[in-house]
């Protein structure tokens, strides 16, 4: 249903540092499709608060949806045209958020010429009532919640709104290019409130990871080795047997059962 995955033996150093840390609220950066709000869920349940943040329209969505706040999203008229008949799945918050997580596989094809194109849209549309129904059926049974979903960019929340002293994890995307074009089909066809937030140049990306730094507890995962961290390796995991390595730095370095490396 979420798009996108952390890879299992992150997810099992998450768990496994999360559960060291003081029974206080957790802060988690660029949230994506939240994975890790997903993995602190299944250690504490809903007994500690756990807030989110992240600037996309799709995990903004998400984000709201999790945290019990409405859903500022409305198809443009530019739109009404061609997508008028989801009308009536835009409503309730919860059909809403299930139509935009549906949205990501088709509207790609929206105003586009050709047969391809409208043989997709019309396979939806045909099949809609019965993917919605599941998507949203899915959504009313989940038990993840947050405590808090800050919209925007990740330096002024750990800056002005993450308390000095609470654990922190994240896993930044650094390709921010990628990142926001990947759900930018939402964007296009719906008119919601998009966050503030600065381009992420490379001194950008270093003050995230200082600011991840300056406080007791955390957990962050790189694209990139950082020699000066290596102390505070934690294990090093791949996303495929090809993909890229995530180097998983934390404030405690190696817990007792962590992965140091794996596929």
């Given at each position: 249903?979420?798009?996108?995955?952390?890879?299992?033996?992150?997810?099992?150093?998450?768990?496994?540092?999360?559960?060291?840390?003081?029974?206080?609220?957790?802060?988690?950066?660029?949230?994506?499709?939240?994975?890790?709000?997903?993995?602190?869920?299944?250690?504490?349940?809903?007994?500690?608060p756990v807030h989110g943040n992240?600037?996309?329209?799709?995990?903004?969505?998400?984000?709201?949806?999790?945290?019990?706040?409405?859903?500022?999203?409305?198809?443009?008229?530019?739109?009404?045209?061609?997508?008028?008949?989801?009308?009536?799945?835009?409503?309730?918050?919860?059909?809403?958020?299930?139509?935009?997580?549906?949205?990501?596989r088709f509207l790609q094809y929206?105003?586009?010429?050709?047969?391809?194109?409208?043989?997709?849209?019309?396979?939806?549309?045909?099949?809609?009532?019965?993917?919605?129904?599941?998507?949203?059926?899915?959504?009313?049974?989940?038990?993840?919640?947050?405590?808090?979903?800050?919209?925007?960019d990740v330096r002024t929340y750990?800056?002005?709104?993450?308390?000095?002293?609470?654990?922190?994890?994240?896993?930044?995307?650094?390709?921010?290019?990628?990142?926001?074009?990947?759900?930018?089909?939402?964007?296009?066809?719906?008119?919601?409130?998009?966050?503030?937030?600065?381009?992420?140049?490379?001194?950008?990306?270093?003050?995230?990871?200082?600011?991840?730094?300056?406080?007791?507890?955390?957990?962050?995962?790189?694209?990139?080795?950082?020699?000066?961290?290596?102390?505070?390796?934690?294990?090093?995991?791949?996303?495929?047997?090809?993909?890229?390595?995530?180097?998983?730095?934390?404030?405690?370095?190696?817990?007792?059962?962590?992965?140091?490396?794996?596929?």
């Amino acid at each position: 249903m979420f798009h996108g995955s952390i890879p299992a033996p992150l997810r099992s150093i998450i768990y496994e540092h999360a559960g060291t840390w003081p029974e206080t609220d957790i802060y988690v950066g660029c949230s994506g499709n939240f994975t890790i709000e997903r993995v602190l869920h299944s250690r504490f349940g809903n007994a500690r608060p756990v807030h989110g943040n992240d600037i996309q329209a799709y995990s903004c969505a998400l984000g709201w949806f999790l945290a019990g706040d409405e859903l500022p999203f409305t198809l443009r008229d530019g739109y009404q045209d061609e997508l008028g008949w989801l009308a009536p799945y835009l409503e309730d918050r919860t059909d809403l958020l299930a139509t935009l997580m549906l949205g990501t596989r088709f509207l790609q094809y929206v105003g586009k010429d050709g047969t391809y194109y409208r043989r997709m849209l019309d396979a939806t549309r045909d099949q809609w009532p019965r993917m919605h129904e599941k998507t949203a059926t899915k959504l009313r049974n989940l038990e993840t919640r947050l405590g808090s979903f800050y919209a925007g960019d990740v330096r002024t929340y750990l800056r002005d709104v993450v308390p000095a002293e609470a654990p922190v994890v994240m896993f930044p995307p650094f390709y921010s290019g990628d990142y926001q074009a990947q759900f930018a089909s939402i964007d296009a066809a719906f008119d919601w409130p998009p966050p503030d937030f600065d381009d992420l140049t490379e001194d950008g990306k270093e003050e995230i990871i200082a600011q991840v730094q300056d406080r007791p507890h955390w957990v962050l995962g790189l694209h990139i080795e950082r020699p000066e961290l290596r102390h505070r390796l934690a294990g090093v995991v791949q996303t495929a047997n090809r993909g890229l390595p995530i180097y998983v730095y934390a404030a405690a370095g190696p817990c007792t059962g962590a992965w140091p490396r794996s596929s």
